[in-house]
C-alpha cells in the first residue's frame, strides 16, 4: 500500500505542476497533513482509502475542464479491486463543497475525513491567500464595494466563475465563512473554530481599512445569521 500511495503521490506531483490557482502539490500536501491530524481522532477509518481520496481529490475538479475520467483512469493502472477504486471515487466525489455544501450529509467516515481535511485548507491564513492567488488565476476582480454577495446561491450559480458580481471578497461570503458548519469530524471542528476567527479579523480589517461602515455591518449581520443558522 506505501508502494502505491508513493507512485500516486508521483502522478499528482506531476498533473499538479503548474497550477497557479492554489490547487497545486502544496496544497495536496497540506491537506494530507490534515487528514493525518484528523486521522488521530478517527481510528476507525480506512487509512489507505481516505489517504488515496486526498492526494487524488483535485485531478477532476471541474474548475480545470477535462472529462471528469483522469482519477478512475489512473486508479485502473493500479493493482486494486473494483471496490477499492470504486470506494476512493466515491470518497473524492461526494466530499467536495460544491457537492455537498454547507451541511454535508456523508455516508461514509472516510468522506467526511477527506472533505474537513480539504475544508481546513481553504480557511485561515492559508485559505485567505489561496482565494487571493485564485482569484489572480482566474481574472476575478478582488473586490466590487457596489456588489454584495447573493443569499443561497444555486450549485450551478456558484460552480459559474464568471457570474456577475462574483469577486475573491464575496467568496468569503459564498464558502468560507459556511466552513466551521460543515466540519464533521471533532478534530476538523475544533481547527476550524480557530482559522475562521482569522478570516473574520481579516475581513473586518480589509473593510475597516476603506471606511466601509456598510460592508461591516453586512459581515456583522451575516455572521449573527450564521451563528443561528448553525
Not at 11 to 30: A, C, I, N, P
Not at 39 to 45: F, R, Y
Not at 86 to 110: V, W
Amino acid at each position: 500500500m506505501q508502494q502505491i500511495l508513493q507512485q500516486t503521490r508521483e502522478f499528482v506531483k506531476k498533473y499538479h505542476q503548474k497550477d497557479t490557482s492554489g490547487h497545486d502539490f502544496s496544497h495536496l500536501e497540506r491537506v494530507c497533513k490534515n487528514v493525518d491530524f484528523i486521522l488521530k481522532t478517527e481510528p476507525s477509518a480506512d487509512v489507505f482509502v481516505v489517504k488515496m481520496s486526498a492526494l487524488l481529490h483535485d485531478v477532476d475538479d471541474h474548475k480545470f475542464g477535462g472529462d471528469g475520467k483522469r482519477a478512475e483512469t489512473f486508479l485502473k493502472t493500479l493493482p486494486l479491486s473494483a471496490k477499492t477504486v470504486c470506494r476512493i471515487l466515491e470518497t473524492i466525489q461526494e466530499s467536495s463543497f460544491a457537492s455537498s455544501g454547507s451541511n454535508p450529509k456523508f455516508k461514509t467516515l472516510e468522506q467526511a475525513i477527506l472533505s474537513d481535511a480539504d475544508k481546513l485548507d481553504a480557511m485561515g491564513a492559508i485559505g485567505i491567500s489561496r482565494t487571493i492567488l485564485f482569484g489572480g488565476a482566474f481574472g476575478i476582480t478582488l473586490f466590487d464595494e457596489n456588489s454584495f454577495p447573493k443569499d443561497d446561491l444555486t450549485q450551478a450559480e456558484y460552480k459559474n466563475l464568471f457570474r456577475e458580481g462574483n469577486s475573491s471578497i464575496n467568496h468569503f461570503f459564498d464558502k468560507l465563512l459556511k466552513l466551521k458548519k460543515a466540519m464533521r469530524t471533532k478534530s476538523g471542528r475544533a481547527e476550524a473554530e480557530k482559522r475562521e476567527k482569522i478570516m473574520i479579523d481579516f475581513l473586518r480589517c480589509f473593510f475597516a481599512e476603506q471606511n466601509l461602515a456598510d460592508w461591516l455591518e453586512y459581515l456583522e449581520k451575516y455572521l449573527q445569521k450564521e451563528t443561528v443558522d448553525a
